[in-house]
């Protein structure tokens, strides 16, 4: 499946540039020449990465990120700006963005930073999918659970575990492997922590969490989502 890139920059030879090479790769490319027009495609639309300048018109690479992030919107964000300053750098990753790249850059540098962002995300997350469970929304890309429009308080962590299960109804999923496909290698928590979470997600999404309808533990094997 052809990943799709966001390219917000206001310089049309690099966007022509940018979108010529991205596409030579495989990429599906849109555009904004704008930090508003880019702010409402990437909240409107599904895309694998952005690549975001900092000095844009009406709405700044800065505040665009800010924006993002605010509204639960987890894709990977490569910064460009001509500035270098250690303290823009900084502000941009304080912000949420994954990396930085100053201007100029050579292609091949941009190329590998945006593979190394996307091999981080979990072949399952990539959809931008929508379930409905009962009275509840669930919208993964965006990291959003409500329940008759009203937002549920849960963690990244726990969204991530149910859009999860969800993708993988039907299936039994061991410990293991929601630990090695939510938590990845590099976290090594127990087992427990999966347990620990799946009680908590019963909490929140369960009629009834001492009698699971959607959440069922299969005994000596792991868990089964169905719904």
């Known amino acids: 499946m052809q990943r799709r890139i966001l390219l917000v920059e206001d310089e049309a030879q690099l966007v022509r540039t940018l979108t010529d090479r991205l ?3 495989g990429y599906l ?8 027009v880019g702010l409402a495609l990437a909240t409107d639309e599904s895309f694998d990465l952005i690549i975001l300048d ?19 919107i987890n894709v990977p964000v490569i ?8 303290e823009d750098c900084v502000v941009g990753l304080k912000l949420g963005a994954d990396d930085y790249l100053t ?3 050579k292609m091949v540098e941009l190329l590998a930073r945006i593979e190394a962002q996307l091999r981080r995300i979990p072949t399952w997350a990539r959809a931008a999918d929508i379930y409905h469970l009962g009275s509840m ?3 993964c890309r965006r990291s959003i659970v409500e329940r008759e429009g009203v937002p549920l308080e ?6 991530r575990l149910l859009c999860y299960f969800i993708k993988h109804r039907g299936e039994i999923l061991s410990r293991d492997n929601l630990l090695n496909e939510v938590w990845g290698y590099d976290a090594m928590p127990t087992t427990r922590t999966v347990d620990v979470h799946v009680a908590g997600l019963r909490q929140k999404i369960e009629p009834d969490p001492h009698r699971p309808q959607h959440l069922i533990t299969i005994h000596g094997l792991g868990y089964k989502f169905l719904g």
């Open 23 to 25: 596409s030579a790769e």
């Open 29 to 36: 490319v849109e555009s904004a020449r704008d930090g508003e």
């Open 54 to 72: 900092v000095m844009l018109p009406r709405l700044n690479g800065f505040d665009v990120c800010r924006d993002l992030r605010r509204r639960k």
């Open 79 to 86: 910064m460009l700006t001509a500035r270098t300053q250690v």
């Open 103 to 105: 201007k100029p850059f």
């Open 137 to 139: 929304l669930v919208n």
């Open 154 to 159: 849960m963690s990244a962590r726990e969204i």
